[in-house]
């Protein structure tokens, strides 16, 4: 590996840590801020009671000795905890049952949205001023301004509802299909422009032009150069939405009741589960993060003329 390479990468993983610490300090701050507790909700729980149920999980503590207590047990055991309000659960158990879903769900829409995207972008820029191209464009456009909870409810509405043909209810297989197309609709789009433009201007380039002067067939010119050329934009984009997407779309999960971990980290505020909160929060920031790390090494590969600096 090139020596510069390897101390970029050394660097960004400095600062992703960094930056998962200011996310975990930030969080656990503003989260014991707001007024309330886990416990305040709790029916015909006594005064004492209540009190003894703080010191159980060390939340009679002062603020700064919990956070230390907390930072000490992720950073060095990478425990997060009991849950405060999933009696006998540990976070890190709904955690990973959450991620299950949410991880197959994530995957599926985004590698469909990519491969669904490039296809029409490249489609879309071979075809320009066609009616191919307008109609993706306007379908893109349109796909792109709607956003993702009235999609769910439109697609809900017409296959699970009207037309029967779908459950309602993403605990089945079947019932993934309907939240899979929610969260790929969006991606789709903006991977579908992203490749139109991008391609659009490789295609104009000097070296396209001169490759076509040199005889090169119009395959190896499309595949060779400017398809390779135009994904460049795509990975910076496709890296952050793979980790949005797999980490679960908080609205989409609840619209179609997948028990993902968006839906439990959804939960866990309503609930006001400290734990819960915590580790969800540190499992999506860090996976946002790594991801982004992935995205910029990925330019390195397609194109070895990037310099990581």
Same mark, same amino acid.
């Given at each position: ?5 390897? $101390? ?49 999980? #060390? ?12 930072? $000490? +047990?992720?950073?060095?055991?990478? +425990? ?9 659960? *540990?976070?890190?158990?709904? @955690?990973? *049952? #959450? ?44 796909? =792109? ?31 993934? =299909?309907?939240?899979? @197309? ?18 659009? +201007?490789?295609? #104009?380039? +000097? ?7 040199? #005889? ?28 949005? @997407? ?22 866990? @505020?309503?609930?006001? *589960? ?36």
């Amino acid at each position: 590996m090139n020596p510069k390479t390897l $101390k970029y990468i050394v660097k960004r993983l400095i600062l992703a840590v960094f930056t998962v610490w200011v996310v975990i300090t930030v969080t656990f701050f503003i989260m014991h801020a707001v007024p309330g507790g886990p416990f305040v909700g709790e029916k015909a729980v006594s005064e004492a009671a209540q009190k003894a149920m703080e010191a159980k999980y #060390g939340l009679d503590k002062p603020l700064f000795a919990q956070y230390t207590t907390y930072l $000490k +047990d992720v950073v060095l055991h990478l +425990d997060f905890g009991p849950s405060l309000k999933q009696r006998g659960r *540990d976070v890190i158990d709904i @955690i990973t *049952d #959450g991620l299950k879903t949410s991880a197959k769900l994530g995957l599926i829409a985004a590698f469909l949205a990519l491969i669904i995207g490039v296809v029409l972008g490249a489609i879309a820029a071979l075809r320009r001023n066609t009616f191919f191209d307008r109609v993706i464009m306007v379908l893109t456009t349109a796909l =792109i301004s709607m956003p993702s909870f009235i999609m769910g409810t439109l697609l809900l509405v017409a296959f699970a509802i009207k037309m029967h043909m779908l459950p309602a209810n993403g605990s089945t297989a079947a019932g993934l =299909i309907l939240p899979v @197309i929610t969260l790929m609709l969006y991606p789709m789009s903006y991977i579908t422009r992203l490749t139109r433009s991008s391609m659009l +201007d490789v295609l #104009g380039q +000097d070296y396209v032009r001169t490759a076509k002067a040199k #005889g090169v067939s119009r395959l190896r010119i499309i595949f060779g150069h400017a398809l390779k050329n135009a994904l460049i934009p795509v990975i910076t984009y496709f890296g952050p939405m793979l980790a949005y @997407i797999v980490t679960g779309s908080l609205v989409v999960e609840q619209i179609f009741a997948v028990p993902g971990i968006g839906r439990a980290f959804v939960n866990s @505020i309503t609930n006001r *589960d400290y734990t819960l909160i915590m580790g969800t929060t540190i499992i999506l920031a860090t996976f946002i993060v790594i991801m982004n790390l992935v995205s910029d090494i990925l330019y390195k590969v397609v194109d070895p003329r990037i310099t990581l600096e």
